[in-house]
């Protein structure tokens, strides 16, 4: 079991070293080249998890071609190959779906989907302000959805999942709320309100502004899930990098979420990240770096994802905004917010019955 916990740690550094760095190093390099075919699908599994298999394998395609490493370069070849296409399909039936809820009066932004570009999660997210029953009737009478059952976290989220016919990708569509327990109402408006355009291989959403990029990307890593991806890394890198960030806009909208030392938290560990993988570390305000509750020292690899502990800093992140939403008098988001913990413990008591808390969380 150790033997197998210490690959996976290593096959998840070679996905960091291979999507942070730009240019990775030789060693990066010779590591792939050393794989059997068992661990080159361990390694192809790891990279579908953290949605970066496009920009894992397109690298290693590069490299094994120009060294004359036929075999590897064909492996790589034939994961590009496949993903590409599972993308493609899955873009046109994005562009179709937001299309008909515009359409239909039911504003729509797509988040972090399009963030993982040129990679693509295994679900489809979306934001709308329209009504849940408007949602749910056009996606059953358009594109004959099926409704996936919904969990008590997905219920108090007003969260809906939606099964396509001729779509791999789960729908998932976010109404009116964000947060764990649908705490944010204020903040989940900014999604629609300063959304942009952007186009993807001819295809044209609506996607958050860059802050709010930001913000979601840290509810669902500090807020929710506890673990990261490479692919958040590397997406957030992109955006605290880009220019376009205005940190004082970050600020100012995650300070009334009550959620500001957790975005800041986000942000030092991404830049972290970048500088052990890369030398550098990104520039970020000093409002940033006083803000953190910690940084990059405390994510460790464990059970295929790069974790957050939950004791103390992620309990702590949460009293923090439990806090700050009730001095702020938000009673309604005081109260759903104390539904965590239990819904939290339900949900590891599930798990180790089951072995899924997917009927709670």
Not at 163 to 192: D, K, M, N, W, Y
Not at 200 to 226: K, N, S, W
């Given at each position: 079991?150790a033997a197998v916990v210490a690959r996976e740690a290593e096959l998840l550094d070679l996905l960091c070293?291979?999507?942070?760095?730009?240019?990775?190093?030789?060693?990066?390099?010779?590591?792939?080249?050393?794989?059997?075919?068992?661990?080159?699908?361990?390694?192809?599994?790891?990279?579908?998890?953290?949605?970066?298999?496009?920009?894992?394998?397109?690298?290693?395609?590069?490299?094994?071609?120009?060294?004359?490493?036929?075999?590897?370069?064909?492996?790589?070849?034939?994961?590009?190959?496949?993903?590409?296409?599972?993308?493609?399909?899955?873009?046109?039936?994005?562009?179709?779906?937001?299309?008909?809820?515009?359409?239909?009066?039911?504003?729509?932004?797509?988040?972090?989907?399009?963030?993982?570009?040129?990679?693509?999660?295994?679900?489809?997210?979306?934001?709308?302000?329209?009504?849940?029953?408007?949602?749910?009737?056009?996606?059953?009478?358009?594109?004959?959805?099926?409704?996936?059952?919904?969990?008590?976290?997905?219920?108090?989220?007003?969260?809906?999942?939606?099964?396509?016919?001729?779509?791999?990708?789960?729908?998932?569509?976010?109404?009116?709320?964000?947060?764990?327990?649908?705490?944010?109402?204020?903040?989940?408006?900014?999604?629609?309100?300063?959304?942009?355009?952007?186009?993807?291989?001819?295809?044209?959403?609506?996607?958050?502004?860059?802050?709010?990029?930001?913000?979601?990307?840290?509810?669902?890593?500090?807020?929710?899930?506890?673990?990261?991806?490479?692919?958040?890394?590397?997406?957030?890198?992109?955006?605290?990098?880009?220019?376009?960030?205005?940190?004082?806009?970050?600020?100012?909208?995650?300070?009334?979420?009550?959620?500001?030392?957790?975005?800041?938290?986000?942000?030092?560990?991404?830049?972290?990240?970048?500088?052990?993988?890369?030398?550098?570390?990104?520039?970020?305000?000093?409002?940033?770096?006083?803000?953190?509750?910690?940084?990059?020292?405390?994510?460790?690899?464990?059970?295929?994802?790069?974790?957050?502990?939950?004791?103390?800093?992620?309990?702590?992140?949460?009293?923090?905004?439990?806090?700050?939403?009730?001095?702020?008098?938000?009673?309604?988001?005081?109260?759903?917010?104390?539904?965590?913990?239990?819904?939290?413990?339900?949900?590891?008591?599930?798990?180790?019955?089951?072995?899924?808390?997917?009927?709670?969380?």
């Amino acid at each position: 079991m150790a033997a197998v916990v210490a690959r996976e740690a290593e096959l998840l550094d070679l996905l960091c070293s291979l999507t942070l760095n730009p240019n990775p190093k030789a060693s990066t390099f010779s590591l792939a080249a050393s794989l059997n075919g068992e661990e080159r699908e361990d390694l192809l599994s790891l990279a579908n998890s953290h949605h970066v298999v496009i920009r894992a394998l397109a690298p290693i395609e590069d490299h094994a071609t120009r060294t004359g490493n036929t075999d590897l370069a064909r492996w790589a070849a034939d994961g590009l190959e496949k993903e590409r296409s599972r993308i493609a399909n899955a873009l046109t039936w994005l562009e179709k779906i937001c299309n008909e809820l515009e359409a239909a009066g039911c504003p729509t932004t797509v988040m972090k989907s399009l963030d993982h570009w040129p990679d693509l999660g295994n679900d489809l997210d979306l934001y709308s302000t329209a009504e849940e029953e408007e949602i749910v009737a056009l996606m059953v009478d358009r594109f004959k959805a099926h409704i996936e059952a919904r969990s008590w976290g997905d219920r108090l989220a007003h969260k809906w999942n939606f099964a396509i016919p001729g779509l791999t990708e789960s729908v998932e569509i976010h109404v009116r709320r964000l947060g764990q327990t649908g705490e944010h109402i204020q903040l989940a408006q900014r999604f629609v309100t300063r959304r942009r355009k952007k186009t993807v291989e001819g295809h044209t959403y609506f996607i958050p502004a860059d802050e709010e990029r930001i913000i979601v990307a840290t509810l669902q890593r500090m807020y929710r899930h506890f673990y990261f991806r490479v692919c958040d890394l590397v997406n957030s890198a992109t955006i605290m990098e880009s220019g376009q960030l205005d940190f004082k806009e970050l600020q100012q909208a995650s300070e009334q979420a009550g959620i500001w030392p957790g975005v800041a938290t986000y942000m030092v560990i991404v830049s972290d990240h970048v500088k052990r993988y890369r030398g550098t570390a990104i520039q970020v305000p000093l409002e940033v770096t006083k803000a953190a509750r910690f940084g990059g020292e405390q994510i460790k690899p464990r059970a295929r994802f790069l974790r957050v502990p939950m004791l103390p800093q992620g309990a702590a992140l949460y009293t923090l905004q439990l806090t700050r939403t009730a001095f702020r008098g938000d009673m309604p988001a005081t109260f759903r917010l104390s539904l965590l913990p239990p819904l939290a413990s339900a949900a590891a008591v599930a798990y180790r019955i089951t072995g899924s808390d997917k009927g709670v969380w």
